[in-house]
């Protein structure tokens, strides 16, 4: 059942029309500027209402870029209330009363990819939900290839709260 879940997998957000995006086709590049943390919020926001059962999205950049303010705007995107934090320490935190089921990955902290394996990984990534991981090169040989990969950079040279947020 995963192996044939696996194969259906595909992204379905595609670019609308000249200089209008509405997502993201496998070959698209969306690279958007944020200059407060409302904006980073916003963009994951904007995001997550576009997610889809078994799609995979991929969060990368440094420590204190603003990878959990984007995921906090995903999950609300996703149609969940309740308070959203990084799960740095547990790996994972699922939160099911959304539209779809959010699993919430944090792998910063994982030493082997086989850990991953020790939680069921598969489950999720293949499952009914939507995944999102923060620090996902930790484990980017189990990732599939259509995962939505998402990098977040700071520019200190044009200020202190600006980032730049590239969709791939």
């Known amino acids: 059942m995963v192996e044939a879940k696996k194969a259906d997998k ?19 590049v969306l690279a ?4 407060c943390p409302e904006d980073t919020w ?16 991929c969060l990368d950049g440094e420590l204190g870029v603003g990878k959990t303010v984007f995921a906090q705007g995903f999950a609300a995107g996703l149609g969940i ?4 934090c990084s799960p740095t320490f547990t790996i994972l935190q699922q939160y ?10 944090d792998v910063y902290r994982i030493g082997h990819v086989e850990e991953m394996e020790e939680i069921g990984y598969e489950d ?3 499952g009914e939900g939507v995944c999102l991981i ?7 040989e189990i990732l599939p290839e259509d995962a939505v ?14 980032r730049r947020i590239t969709i791939l």
């Open 10 to 28: 595909t992204r379905h957000l595609c670019r609308k029309g000249a200089g209008e995006t509405e997502g993201l086709c496998p070959e698209a």
């Open 32 to 35: 958007k500027e944020s200059f």
């Open 42 to 57: 916003e963009m994951g926001r904007v995001l997550g209402s576009q997610a889809g059962p078994g799609q995979i999205y």
């Open 81 to 84: 209330a309740e308070p959203v």
């Open 96 to 105: 099911d009363q959304g539209e779809v089921p959010f699993y919430h990955f």
């Open 124 to 126: 999720f990534f293949y």
């Open 134 to 140: 923060e620090w996902s090169r930790q484990i980017e």
């Open 149 to 162: 990969r998402i990098r977040i950079e700071k520019d200190l040279n044009r200020d202190f709260d600006y």
